[in-house]
């Protein structure tokens, strides 16, 4: 079974405005982490934000804002307020506590940011 | 200076080529990391070095060989690969504490390598 989901292969967004990228996991450890991470055509993986599954508010970075929902094993990323520079693919990612170092990514969702 | 370099950026081998993909990372981390990503597919996990002691190995063909000299440094050497090897190699540090916390990995922005 597929750890982490992501059921948007595109989405698009005007300028401005907010949009919500789904991802959904799939775990039984107790203990976890939950990642997204942008990747810009040049192919970096760049770090935005982070949530601990026994964190009991939802993670914010600036723009960005994880929308935690452990019964239903969902971590939806929001960005607000849509720059061109948000077009990019965006990757969630899980880490188990009990399994170390693996990180299990989903295939990403591409948004493109219309002006 | 970025947190973590990769060299090159591109490389075109050919299938009988030796060559080797160079990672470094500035940011004092104990622990690092091979990722294959291949289009439409998740990111694939290869090696993993904690404090320079390869810990995974996911099942990876012989003709990809890591070494990790010290915990620096982490190359990916290549030998006789195939045209499905074609893909973007990225390098991951991290520092990993005992009992958990983020351990969240920082990305170096690739290697994308062409097998013809």
């Known amino acids: 079974a597929q750890k982490i989901t992501q059921t948007q292969p595109g989405m698009f967004v005007q300028e401005k405005e907010a949009v919500t990228l789904d991802c959904t996991y799939d775990?039984?450890?107790?203990?976890?982490?939950l990642f997204w991470y942008k990747q810009p055509s040049s192919g970096e993986m760049i770090f935005l934000i982070y949530q601990g599954s026994y964190d009991q508010q939802n993670a914010t970075e600036g723009r960005y804002s994880l929308n935690f929902q452990k019964a239903r094993k969902s971590a939806n990323l929001v960005i607000s307020a849509s720059q061109l520079g948000d077009s990019a693919m965006y990757f969630c990612?899980?880490?188990?506590?009990?399994?170390?170092?693996?990180?299990?990514f989903g295939t990403g969702t591409s948004l493109t940011v219309i002006p | 200076e970025t947190g973590v370099t990769q060299t090159p950026r591109h490389l075109v081998m050919g299938m009988t080529n030796k060559k080797s993909l160079k990672c470094e990372q500035h940011l004092g981390h104990n622990a690092m990391y091979w990722y294959k990503q291949s289009a439409k597919k998740p990111l694939e996990l290869m090696f993993v070095y904690n404090f320079k002691e390869q810990t995974e190995n996911n099942s990876v063909p012989s003709r990809f060989s890591p070494e990790c000299p010290n915990s620096s440094h982490l190359f990916l050497h290549l030998h006789t690969l195939q045209p499905e090897d074609s893909a973007l190699y990225l390098c991951?540090?991290?520092?990993?504490?005992?009992?958990?916390?983020?351990?969240?990995?920082?990305f170096g922005a690739g290697t994308r390598l062409s097998v013809l």
């Open positions: 775990t039984s450890d107790p203990s976890y982490g």
């Open positions: 991951a540090s991290s520092q990993d504490r005992a009992g958990g916390g983020p351990n969240i990995q920082y």
């Open positions: 990612a899980m880490r188990e506590t009990n399994t170390g170092n693996q990180f299990y």
